[in-house]
């Protein structure tokens, strides 16, 4: 089982960049996809962003496509989460999580960071 750590958050005013990194340990990183959530106080769970085990494809919700960019380093078993021109309503707690692949939907699916904060004040 993979053990997930994040950092990197923290609290930015509307426009600035923040780089969220989550490191894994106890399982073969490049074994797993990864992928970025975020959760606002009051609201679901939502998926932010994912990428490939290799690195190679990545995809995004609409809401930060455009805005965030993922990426991995295989060697450092290390998935980071370039947060650029950051809102207000990109203020939550952010997860990062490795697909399991365990043909189980919701929050099963996935091994869990703990999360980490982010805030963007206005």
């Known amino acids: 089982q993979v053990q997930l750590v994040e950092s990197g958050g923290g609290l930015v005013q509307a426009g600035a960049s923040l780089r969220l990194a989550c490191a894994a340990s106890?399982?073969?990183?490049?074994?797993?996809?990864m992928a970025w959530f975020r959760q606002a106080p009051g609201k679901e769970r939502e998926f932010v962003g994912g990428?490939?085990?290799?690195?190679?494809?990545?995809h995004y919700a609409d809401s930060v496509k455009g805005r965030f960019i993922i990426s991995r380093d295989n060697a450092k078993n290390t998935v980071y989460l370039q947060m650029n021109s950051l809102k207000p309503e990109d203020t939550a707690v952010y997860y990062c999580?490795?697909?399991?692949?365990?043909?189980?939907?919701?929050?099963?699916?996935?091994?869990w960071g703990q999360g980490t904060q982010v805030t963007v004040s206005s």
């Open positions: 999580a490795a697909d399991r692949q365990n043909g189980k939907l919701g929050p099963d699916r996935y091994y």
């Open positions: 106890g399982g073969t990183f490049t074994t797993y996809n």
């Open positions: 990428i490939s085990r290799s690195g190679g494809f990545t």
